[in-house]
T-cell receptor
Framework: QSVLTQPPSASGTPGQRVTISCSGR????????VYWYQQFPGTAPKLLIH???LRPAGVPDRFSGSKSATSASLAISGLRSDDEADYYC???????????FGTGTKVTVL | QVQLQESGPGQVKPSETLSLTCAVS?????????WAWVRQPPGKGLEWIGN???????YYNPSLKSRVTISVDTSKNQFSLKLTSVIAADTAVYYC??????????????????WGQGTLITVSS
């Protein structure tokens, strides 16, 4: 059972901005870095955001991360059809001494 | 280029032990970092199983801790997962991955940067 809560779905039309929330606790999001992963069907997840808001090399600046207290968000601006995927937040949890994933959000481009 | 490749039986009977190995190429396990297992039941989300540091110290998901063992063999540059007393709910795609430390002087596990392709393990009699 995930300790990080995300909306099951989000959608937008091409060019729009979509935001995905990730709700956690002091022991995870507030106290540790948040990471975001993108996953296409049948493939391994790919890192999109690390250290709350940093993009690895090669990740477009259309993807941005933010965090405030026990919540984090991933924003996708200039939505494209190839952004259709599942998105997961993740963080270390100090209370559990474990890495926790969010419940996942499926992004649909209308 | 770092590459990871899972290998395992494909199907395991209920109550038996699931054993998987992850062969790493392009990087020496003994050089550092955590080596992790993540699973994903069909149509569901990601679940972190646990990891092992190159020194052999481990972290496990509390919900699986009583059934999980992760070990490392630096001579073969591979690491392994054993999950005992499997049930149908353990049916999933199992991924191995390299998990970076959070920082140069911070040994807390951070993000995953390299993943295997995943292997589907079905628990069924």
């Amino acid at each position: 059972q995930s300790v990080l809560t995300q909306p099951p779905s989000a959608s937008g039309t091409p060019g729009q901005r979509v935001t995905i929330s990730c709700s956690g606790r002091t022991s995870n999001i507030e106290s540790n870095y948040v990471y975001w992963y993108q996953q296409f069907p049948g493939t391994a997840p790919k890192l999109l955001i690390h250290r709350d808001n940093l993009r690895p090399a090669g990740v477009p600046d259309r993807f941005s991360g933010s965090k405030s207290a026990t919540s984090a968000s991933l924003a996708i601006s200039g939505l494209r059809s190839d952004d259709e995927a599942d998105y997961y937040c993740a963080a270390w949890d100090d209370s559990l001494s474990a890495y926790v994933f969010g419940t996942g959000t499926k992004v649909t481009v209308l | 280029q770092v590459q990871l490749q899972e290998s395992g039986p494909g199907q395991v009977k209920p109550s038996e032990t699931l054993s998987l190995t992850c062969a790493v190429s392009g990087y020496s396990i003994g050089s550092g970092n955590f080596w992790a297992w993540v699973r994903q039941p069909p149509g569901k989300g990601l679940e972190w199983i646990g990891n092992i540091y190159h020194t052999g110290s481990t972290y496990y998901n509390p919900s699986l801790k009583s059934r999980v063992t992760i070990s490392v063999d630096t001579s073969k540059n591979q690491f392994s997962l054993k999950l005992t007393s499997v049930i149908a709910a353990d049916t999933a795609v199992y991924y191995c991955a390299r998990q970076r430390r959070r920082g140069d002087v911070d040994n807390t596990p951070g993000y995953f940067d390299y993943w295997g392709q995943g292997t589907l393990i079905t628990v069924s009699s």
